[in-house]
């Protein structure tokens, strides 16, 4: 939940002053570092505790989606990530989420160990692009276009993935492919 409430914070941040200054922009990655980093600790503290639910394993992934559809929409209002990357993986994200709700009525559909790459890629490429490229060394800006090239490869094949694992889970019920997700 703490994540949910940060994105709106977090985007106010990011856009202050236009979206370019220094300070704007390292507060705006501190944010979102943190978001991220609360998502490994929540994750942990509930496996730890034994507190994984199935409310836990459907938010968390929203959460995530939040965080990160929110930023990777902005860098790209903002000049700074190609639309093409955003829409890529907004429509990854959308689609695997829309699926996990149809699924429902059979399982809850945690992340895979592929889909938390996926996330934290994302989330490596995303805090370097947050940062004030323009004040940082070229290499910098290189790392954060190939870091987000894994990110998005990644975000792809496992998207795949998942929906390979939604049809069996639908042949597994009895429900014949044509009726749909």
Do not use: N
Request: hydrophobic residues 60%.
């Amino acid at each position: 939940m703490l994540r949910i409430a940060v994105v709106p914070v977090f985007a106010a941040v990011l856009l202050l002053d236009g979206g370019h200054t220094t300070g704007g922009r390292l507060l705006a990655a501190a944010l979102f570092a943190a978001a991220a980093l609360t998502d490994r600790l929540d994750g942990w503290l509930a496996r730890r505790s034994g507190q994984v639910t199935d409310l836990g394993k459907l938010l968390d992934p929203i959460a995530d989606k939040l965080l990160i559809g929110t930023a990777l929409v902005l860098l790209s209002w903002l000049g700074e990530l190609w639309w093409g990357v955003t829409a890529v993986v907004l429509v990854r994200e959308l689609g695997i989420t829309v699926m996990r709700f149809f699924l429902l009525r059979y399982v809850v559909l945690p992340a895979s160990r592929g889909g938390k790459l996926k996330t934290v890629l994302q989330s490596v490429a995303i805090g370097i692009y947050l940062l004030p490229l323009d004040a940082l060394p070229l290499v910098v800006g290189v790392l954060a276009a190939l870091v987000m090239a894994a990110a998005v490869a990644i975000t792809l094949v496992t998207g795949i993935d998942y929906v390979r694992t939604a049809v069996r889970i639908r042949r597994a019920a009895g429900v014949p492919p044509a009726a749909g997700l």
